[in-house]
């Protein structure tokens, strides 16, 4: 069964203290990685695409890695406007389409 | 970039009403269109795949007669919640990806449903 699992639930930061939210992932078959953005009461917006491993991409302060088995998103330097909620999704063949499997997020708080 | 809007973003209906949700993406034609559902502190649970011009795919324990879901044209989708009752009250966001569009899928903002 495709599944997808984030990690930590929620984290705490103080700004400019980096760290890192993980995404491990056990699909049939990837065809691409996804990280999303939410705010609260907000669709979800788009960060980051990755389709193989070792595949990198940055945007601002943050910064997405890619292995065979799980995916980084790295926040270097974090600001109160940061916070929010990190979503990783894969996209795979089912039922005759490409959809997308979410995890369940990573929650981001980041203080001033 | 892609654009997609939803409307309503919020709305309070009576337990037994139906309520209609519209997907739209503004400047990008979409093939196929995606709803999901989303709980309190959840992730998003994919209900159905939408297809212009043919029916829809159902996922899993999703029961088609209560989720309408019509597909009538390129840019448009909308989501029927028939009978509604409180447990199907949530928070409903639909997405679409533009072909050729760097692979990124855009959602709406979502629409948060409560039903009394």
């Known amino acids: 069964e495709d599944q997808v699992t984030q990690s930590p639930e929620a984290l705490r930061l103080q700004e400019g203290e980096s760290s890192s939210l993980n995404c491990s992932y056990t699909?049939?078959?990837?065809?691409?990685l996804f990280w999303y953005r939410q705010d609260p009461g907000k669709g979800p917006e788009f960060l980051f695409t990755l389709y193989s491993a070792g595949e990198e991409k940055e945007k601002e302060r943050l910064k997405a890695t890619l292995t065979k088995k799980e995916s980084f998103l790295h926040i270097t330097a974090p600001k109160p406007e940061d916070s929010a909620t990190y979503l990783c999704?894969?996209?795979?063949?089912?039922?005759?389409?490409?959809?997308?499997?979410f995890g369940a997020g990573t929650r981001l708080a980041v203080h001033p | 970039g892609a654009v997609v809007s939803q409307h309503p973003s919020w709305v309070i209906c009576k337990s037994g009403t139906s309520v209609k949700i519209e997907c739209r993406s503004l400047d990008f034609q979409a093939t196929t269109m995606f709803w999901y559902r989303q709980f309190p502190k959840q992730s998003l649970m994919l209900m159905a795949t939408s297809n212009e011009g043919s029916k829809a795919t159902y996922e899993q324990g999703v029961e088609k007669d209560k989720f309408l879901i019509n597909h009538a044209s390129l840019t448009l989708s909308t989501l029927t919640v028939t009978s509604a009752h409180p447990e199907d009250s949530s928070f409903y966001i639909c997405?679409?990806?533009?072909?050729?569009?760097?692979?990124?899928?855009?959602f709406g903002s979502g629409t948060r449903l409560t039903v009394v």
């Open positions: 699909v049939s078959g990837l065809r691409g």
């Open positions: 997405s679409a990806r533009e072909s050729g569009g760097g692979g990124g899928y855009t």
């Open positions: 999704a894969v996209r795979v063949f089912s039922g005759g389409y490409n959809k997308l499997i």
